[in-house]
């Protein structure tokens, strides 16, 4: 049921014309799923919602490419975030913020391999400056979501 949740906040935010400048840059609304579900489930699970995400919506709704990237973001993003949350040195926003800077950091790699040219390390900076601003987005959501659950199940 996540996995279909998080398809379809991904396939909304497609339907949105938001744009940061940056080619290929999103909000990641669907990661609000993965970042809640973090603080709720076993990793395994949380790791298999991530990956039938990515792969169903690269297939219903781009291609092999966008599979690519979105595997290298999504892998490198649900480690950095599993790894931060396990220390207890981060908050479920810094935790979030991790997972969206090295979710471009990850697709930042990926298209280096893929072209073949260290060139596009200068959206590096763009693409730091939008994971943290979208991690922090999605994090403070992911916060206010889990107060919820919490609260409701102490009534």
Do not use: D
């Amino acid at each position: 049921m996540l996995s279909a949740l998080a398809m379809v906040f991904g396939y909304v935010e497609a339907l949105i014309p938001f744009s940061f400048g940056v080619p290929g840059m999103k909000l990641g609304i669907a990661n609000l799923v993965i970042v809640v579900s973090l603080y709720l489930l076993p990793t395994y699970q949380v790791f298999f919602i991530q990956l039938i995400r990515i792969v169903l919506i690269s297939f219903l709704f781009g291609n092999m490419s966008m599979m690519m990237y979105s595997l290298a973001g999504g892998i490198l993003s649900f480690l950095v975030m599993r790894f931060v949350k396990k220390t207890g040195i981060f908050s479920i926003i810094g935790v979030s913020i991790c997972g969206g800077v090295s979710h471009n950091v990850g697709q930042l790699i990926m298209a280096v391999l893929a072209v073949q040219t260290i060139k596009l390390i200068y959206y590096f900076p763009m693409l730091l400056i939008g994971g943290l601003i979208t991690g922090w987005l999605i994090g403070m959501l992911a916060q206010r979501i889990l107060e919820r659950i919490k609260s409701s199940s102490n009534v």
